[in-house]
């Protein structure tokens, strides 16, 4: 059974950083690509980063460009973001989701990722 457990969130000010960590079980993130994905209030889901396990490829909004990145802990079946430079308009609630039909890339939309975790809550707040 695929679980996704994300933690790491809280409240942190503008110019900060916060890690991110999404504790996998049921598959293995060698194998398996985990996007991460964000939603402000009011807003829809947006694609925050993603690296393809196929091709490596990274795919990110301009908005984050260069702040945040992902990694991966084989031994702890872990993929954590980190995020730097944190703005206010980061806030929102953060998901590691996977898109089960094809395991190595990303998928080209938010709302083909079909395992979710529960999410973990960002704030970037003076």
């Known amino acids: 059974q695929v679980r996704l457990v994300e933690s790491g969130g809280g409240l942190v000010q503008p110019g900060g950083s916060l890690r991110l960590s999404c504790a996998v079980s049921?598959?293995?993130?060698?194998?398996?690509?985990v996007g991460w994905v964000r939603q402000a209030p009011g807003k829809e889901r947006e694609a925050v980063f993603c690296?393809?396990?196929?091709?490596?490829?990274?795919h990110f909004p301009d908005s984050v460009k260069g702040r945040f990145t992902i990694s991966r802990d084989i031994a702890k079946n872990t993929v954590y973001l980190q995020m730097n430079n944190l703005k206010p308009e980061d806030t929102a609630v953060y998901y590691c989701a996977v898109y089960s039909r094809d395991v190595r890339i990303c998928p080209k939309v938010v709302s083909d990722y079909d395992y979710w975790g529960r999410g973990t809550q960002v704030t970037v707040s003076p």
């Open positions: 690296v393809s396990i196929g091709d490596g490829s990274e």
């Open positions: 049921g598959f293995t993130v060698e194998h398996y690509t």
